[in-house]
């Protein structure tokens, strides 16, 4: 049997729970059991297509305030079975709050999000499911969805948040600096109060209908303070063209980029980027990225130039609650004013984990540092500066709102600089919404 897009469906089976309860939510489990006859009744209807009969006898059991993990598997596939697979997604993902290691559920789950069109949310299972064991001709299907995924479907990403910033104008904490051997106090360091705005940050991947191997993507970032002193706005856009063989991925595309501060124009110029995908494994994958972007400064012209980027990610998933993303990029800004050139080598590394009542907990870590190429035209030295930045974020998949979940997550980035009048800290907070996992 196929589905949306020639792929192969999944077949059915039933959820098998512990005969000995080993757990607090096992006890809950045994204590609301419907009767065996009755499960497998309703199985027995779902397998026959019987989908009418098979919601009714069920509908006493998925009524209890604690649900059995069969019914709640059970009640999933009677809404796949019609079709209305947000409601399906709705009780695997229950499912998974209980027990983030159930790997049938999780599996169901990811076809459901396929199903909704949800590609983002249906990439993020597959691959947690491939971390698991599963026989080999599910791993082909699901290897399928996820090739389809990345080469041929549309997916977005939004992250909306309210924002609280200790920084948001990178200002320096130093309380004095030395220009040609003098000292010089500061009349203006970092405010000692956090500023509060809003942030969005969206990215969208549109193959054209008419031929998927072409695709235009989008990639938009909007920062908004009080009174406009650090507003940003960046929107890029490009086209290209994809090329997928059975392990790779390789596209190349071109556009440009647009890039306002505090109500100006700050830089504009055309991107292009050649990037590949390997699939190493089923739990590891690379991701291997060149890009180019021009960088055009209506107001600045000395630092006009072109800034120069590859970048070498991994995705490791060592099992279906978790993941690691580790990865490292060189940069390389070209400007017409030897003092404005530098090279930036950085590194990071990004841990995720799924817990119970789905929560989601992350943290990132990412250490970078910039070597600029000649003086400083104020302090006579070359630059160099070294940032270190930590975020930690959660995430509750439990709460949907329009597909997206809450998000909290708490930065500090500390940038060192061997001009005192670069240095800076920072810490920020931001709530809001997202759709990245």
């Given at each position: 049997?196929?589905?949306?897009?020639?792929?192969?469906?999944?077949?059915?089976?039933?959820?098998?729970?512990?005969?000995?309860?080993?757990?607090?939510?096992?006890?809950?489990?045994?204590?609301?059991?419907?009767?065996?006859?009755?499960?497998?009744?309703?199985?027995?209807?779902?397998?026959?297509?019987?989908?009418?009969?098979?919601?009714?006898?069920?509908?006493?059991?998925?009524?209890?305030?604690?649900?059995?993990?069969?019914?709640?598997?059970?009640?999933?596939?009677?809404?796949?079975?019609?079709?209305?697979?947000?409601?399906?997604?709705?009780?695997?993902?229950?499912?998974?709050?209980?027990?983030?290691?159930?790997?049938?559920?999780?599996?169901?789950?990811?076809?459901?999000?396929?199903?909704?069109?949800?590609?983002?949310?249906?990439?993020?299972?597959?691959?947690?499911?491939?971390?698991?064991?599963?026989?080999?001709?599910?791993?082909?299907?699901?290897?399928?969805?996820?090739?389809?995924?990345?080469?041929?479907?549309?997916?977005?990403?939004?992250?909306?948040?309210?924002?609280?910033?200790?920084?948001?104008?990178?200002?320096?904490?130093?309380?004095?600096?030395?220009?040609?051997?003098?000292?010089?106090?500061?009349?203006?360091?970092?405010?000692?109060?956090?500023?509060?705005?809003?942030?969005?940050?969206?990215?969208?991947?549109?193959?054209?209908?008419?031929?998927?191997?072409?695709?235009?993507?989008?990639?938009?970032?909007?920062?908004?303070?009080?009174?406009?002193?650090?507003?940003?706005?960046?929107?890029?856009?490009?086209?290209?063209?994809?090329?997928?063989?059975?392990?790779?991925?390789?596209?190349?595309?071109?556009?440009?980029?647009?890039?306002?501060?505090?109500?100006?124009?700050?830089?504009?110029?055309?991107?292009?980027?050649?990037?590949?995908?390997?699939?190493?494994?089923?739990?590891?994958?690379?991701?291997?990225?060149?890009?180019?972007?021009?960088?055009?400064?209506?107001?600045?012209?000395?630092?006009?130039?072109?800034?120069?980027?590859?970048?070498?990610?991994?995705?490791?998933?060592?099992?279906?609650?978790?993941?690691?993303?580790?990865?490292?990029?060189?940069?390389?800004?070209?400007?017409?004013?030897?003092?404005?050139t530098f090279s930036s080598p950085s590194v990071y590394v990004h841990y995720m984990r799924e817990w119970e009542q789905g929560l989601i907990s992350g943290i990132r870590l990412q250490v970078?540092?910039?070597?600029?190429?000649?003086?400083?035209?104020?302090?006579?030295?070359?630059?160099?500066?070294?940032?270190?930045?930590?975020?930690?974020?959660?995430?509750?998949?439990?709460?949907?709102?329009?597909?997206?979940?809450?998000?909290?997550?708490?930065?500090?980035?500390?940038?060192?600089?061997?001009?005192?009048?670069?240095?800076?800290?920072?810490?920020?907070?931001?709530?809001?919404?997202?759709?990245?996992?």
């Open positions: 049997m196929l589905c949306a897009g020639g792929l192969p469906a999944f077949s059915t089976a039933q959820v098998m729970v512990p005969g000995n309860p080993s757990s607090e939510t096992e006890m809950l489990d045994l204590l609301v059991t419907p009767a065996p006859d009755l499960l497998g009744q309703v199985a027995a209807l779902v397998e026959a297509g019987q989908f009418e009969q098979a919601r009714r006898l069920l509908t006493f059991p998925r009524m209890q305030p604690n649900p059995h993990l069969e019914v709640l598997f059970l009640s999933g596939r009677i809404y796949a079975g019609v079709g209305d697979f947000r409601a399906a997604a709705d009780e695997f993902r229950l499912m998974l709050v209980r027990d983030a290691s159930l790997l049938r559920p999780r599996l169901e789950l990811a076809h459901a999000l396929f199903m909704a069109r949800d590609y983002e949310g249906a990439s993020y299972h597959f691959q947690q499911v491939m971390a698991g064991d599963i026989p080999n001709d599910v791993r082909a299907k699901v290897q399928g969805f996820l090739s389809a995924i990345r080469e041929k479907l549309p997916s977005y990403s939004l992250t909306l948040d309210v924002v609280s910033d200790s920084n948001p104008k990178q200002s320096t904490n130093s309380k004095t600096v030395n220009i040609g051997g003098l000292n010089y106090r500061l009349s203006t360091t970092a405010p000692d109060k956090s500023i509060w705005g809003a942030a969005l940050i969206g990215s969208a991947n549109l193959p054209f209908p008419e031929d998927p191997l072409w695709f235009v993507r989008m990639n938009v970032s909007l920062t908004d303070f009080p009174n406009k002193d650090v507003d940003q706005h960046y929107l890029q856009a490009t086209a290209g063209r994809r090329w997928g063989w059975e392990d790779n991925t390789l596209s190349v595309e071109a556009g440009a980029q647009h890039f306002n501060y505090r109500g100006r124009t700050l830089y504009r110029g055309s991107v292009w980027r050649l990037s590949e995908f390997w699939q190493q494994s089923g739990q590891s994958s690379w991701q291997t990225t060149l890009q180019g972007a021009q960088q055009t400064y209506p107001e600045f012209a000395y630092q006009n130039g072109w800034q120069y980027t590859v970048t070498l990610e991994n995705q490791f998933v060592p099992s279906p609650e978790s993941r690691w993303k580790t990865g490292a990029s060189f940069g390389l800004n070209q400007t017409r004013e030897l003092p404005y970078t540092q910039s070597d600029y190429r000649g003086n400083d035209p104020f302090f006579g030295v070359k630059r160099h500066d070294n940032e270190q930045r930590a975020e930690i974020d959660l995430v509750n998949r439990s709460w949907q709102f329009s597909g997206m979940s809450p998000r909290f997550l708490l930065g500090y980035i500390e940038h060192a600089s061997n001009a005192a009048l670069y240095k800076f800290r920072r810490a920020y907070v931001k709530v809001g919404l997202t759709r990245e996992f």
